[in-house]
């Protein structure tokens, strides 16, 4: 039978419609940004460079677990690419670079990104384009207190962090003064802004009635020299701290306590938040001349130096002999920062497992916020990832440690782990 126009036009018009129909359910699995068949796509911001560029091996720790998953067959035969931006710990640079990462370079979330600033200044824009802002590397108290709840106009169910929260941090802080100082008079030094303020309160309601023994706080700003540092020390001391706090990024950590040294205030109680206490920090501050012997601090991640035997420890050192040799000597000097990333890392690769085998955003933020195990090796013996409506945080322990030793000394565990830090 001879084929018409009008037959052979309906014949190429149904071919077309059917080809179209095969073309968006091929492509029906791979509609969510940043996944396809083979690969995951991911992103971050992060300070390789700039005041905050000692943060920088965390990405690189995350990038170096994400390599030894690929390794291994990834997930659901899925590999992870991650891409990561500086944004020199500059919140105005923050934005860009993540409007990149989602408009340009399609990730399917963005991961790990660090500072409270930067994260301040790209939630709405994340939030409002449903793109996931997860493990946020910042334990401010926003991540989990506005999630259900009205937060600077409205509610962030996109954002989430990752370590315990830095008021609850603040808190044990607070009570660990009580009971070893009573009568402490505590001078406060503290970053000017959401992230430092944060911890501000945490001590001031951790304190309670005894708020009052606050004799000084003293603001800087994250460009302030060591001079400006020494400064704000001195002031701390001269208003008769016997209690010297530290709610600091590493660098002016670093120069605090060598200005405390060099003010000869080493009889003071010091205290230093767990974003600082990293054993390659506290080196620095050794080399510089900084007395150290006594400080106090947090945990929540194993200790490569002091607790080498563990599996997760051994696992640690694999990876980033096999996939970022280039860090072996901080490693086996002791950056938790390194561990921190691993550990991170860990935790998206497991919520990534339990978002399906075709993951969307939405499901991979469910996976997150029912989490439950204590698996993670990378983190402190004891320590448990738990998510739930209720509970906002995935970690809400923590595990006191002192420095001893001298310049070359280490962190030591001390007492028990503690629970229901928020």
Known sequence: MAVTRRKLGALLGALVATAAATSVAAASHT???????????IGGTFPFTGKASLYKTIPLAEQAYYAYVNAHGGVFHRKITDITLDDQYD????????TKLVEQDHVFAVVGSLGTAPILATW?????NKVPQVLVATGDAYWGNCVHHACQGSTKPWTLGWQPDYPGEAKLYAKYILSHKKNAKIGVLYQNDAYG???LAGLKTGLGAHASQIVDAESYNITDSAQVIGAHVLALRTHGADTFV??????????????????????ALTLVNNVSANRLFELLAGQSGASLDGIISTTYVGSQTQQASLPGMKLAKSIIH?????????????????????GSAWTFVYALKHAGKNPTRASLMKALRTMNTSKNPFLYPGISLQTSKKRTFPMEQLQMIKWSGGAGGDWHAFGKLLSGVK
């Open 124 to 128: 709405n824009y994340l939030n409002k």
């Open 197 to 199: 303020k944060n911890y």
């Open 322 to 342: 096999t996939y970022a040799p280039a860090l072996d000597d901080d490693f086996a000097q002791g950056d938790l920062n390194l561990v921190y990333g691993l």
């Open 91 to 98: 919140p105005s640079q923050t934005g860009p670079q993540t």
């Open 31 to 41: 509609s969510t940004p940043g996944v396809t068949k083979t690969k995951i796509v």
């Open 246 to 267: 530290i709610f600091a990024t590493p660098t002016a950590t670093i120069q605090a306590l060598v200005a405390r040294t060099l003010t000869g205030w080493t009889s």
